[in-house]
């Protein structure tokens, strides 16, 4: 039987706030992954998924409960070089370029043979002589991503690893992923966007609250979360600032009621939807 890339039963962690009160971060949870599979962790702020990528990596430790990393403890996992991580903060230095980056934290992997190896596989090849102040949040993030594979490691863990790029590096990110996971590397990232985990991730774990709400293949999570939602605009006579006009809402309900529509629900716009609404406007616009 294979070991599985990780194995953690019933972990909890809890943090106490500046203000003295308890934070449940992680409450009870038991999460297996198998080698080569590509896991994305997702849910809102708040949800538990750095604490518990924290507690993968041995950088925080579980008040309950086992976590093992290729059947043995995450610190230990670390050391052999079979984990490594891209996380959210974690400091680059602004003098170095990109090539003298990746050397000196090479050497102290002693893995000085990789330099050019994971240069190639970030696509930073042609950056090498860039300083890294100069470099985009996108290409900070690749050299990061440069750096973790450096001791060719069995499991890669990102934490939300696009945050802060534009959509084209952000695809130009996951294309990189994509083909080193082909090569064969497990992978386990954090993620707040869905269309992230879904276009990249074969398995998705929801977390929310500290626990796991769901756990499937990915295109079951979508089945079952992603049901087809109608908008409509009311007319501009019953909106008001404060919202739409009661009685009209009410009539809207009536009618819908007989049709099997439930869950009605109003509002405001979300960002994305603005920005759809906006997009779509101004292609039929410019057509
Ligand atoms: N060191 C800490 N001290 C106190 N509370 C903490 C600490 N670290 C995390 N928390 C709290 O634990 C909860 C889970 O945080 P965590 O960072 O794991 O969530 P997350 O899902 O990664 O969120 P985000 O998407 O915002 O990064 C939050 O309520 C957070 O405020």
Redesign the pocket.
């Known amino acids: 039987m294979t070991i599985p890339a990780i194995r953690a039963t019933g972990l909890r962690k809890q943090?106490?706030?500046t203000d003295g009160t308890e934070?449940l971060?992680?409450d009870d949870v038991d999460l297996t992954v198998h080698p080569g599979e590509i896991v994305a962790f997702l849910?809102?702020?708040?949800?538990?998924?750095?604490?518990?990528v924290d507690m993968l990596l041995g950088l925080t430790r579980p008040d309950a409960g086992t976590i093992e990393v290729y059947g043995t403890t995450p610190a230990e996992a670390v050391r052999q070089g079979r984990v490594s991580a891209v996380m959210?903060t974690g400091g680059l230095l602004n003098d170095f370029t990109v090539q003298e980056t990746v050397r000196a934290i090479a050497a102290l992997h002693g893995r000085s043979d990789r330099v050019e190896v994971v240069l190639e596989r970030a696509r930073l090849t042609e950056l090498a002589g860039r300083r890294v102040e100069a470099c985009s949040g996108g290409e900070q993030q690749r050299l990061k991503f440069a750096l973790a594979l450096l001791p060719d490691p069995d499991l890669v863990v990102l934490d939300?690893p696009t945050t802060g790029m534009d959509v084209g590096s952000r695809q130009e990110f996951w294309r990189t992923m994509r083909a080193d996971a082909a090569a064969g590397r497990t992978i386990v990232f954090?993620t707040?966007y869905l269309a992230e985990a879904d276009e990249f991730a074969q398995r998705t774990v929801l977390?929310a609250r500290?626990r796991i709400v769901h756990d499937a293949a990915t295109a079951d999570v979508r089945a079952a979360y992603g049901g087809r939602t109608l908008t409509f605009r009311p007319p501009a006579e019953v909106v008001d600032p404060d919202g739409i006009d009661a009685d009209w809402l009410a009539r809207v309900h009536a009618a819908l009621e007989p049709l099997g529509v439930t869950d009605v629900d109003v509002s405001a716009a979300s960002l994305e939807s603005a920005f759809l609404a906006l997009t779509t406007e101004l292609e039929g616009a410019t057509r």
């Open positions: 943090f106490r706030s934070v971060a992680v849910g809102p702020n708040g949800a538990g998924k750095t604490t518990t959210q939300e954090a707040h977390m500290g």
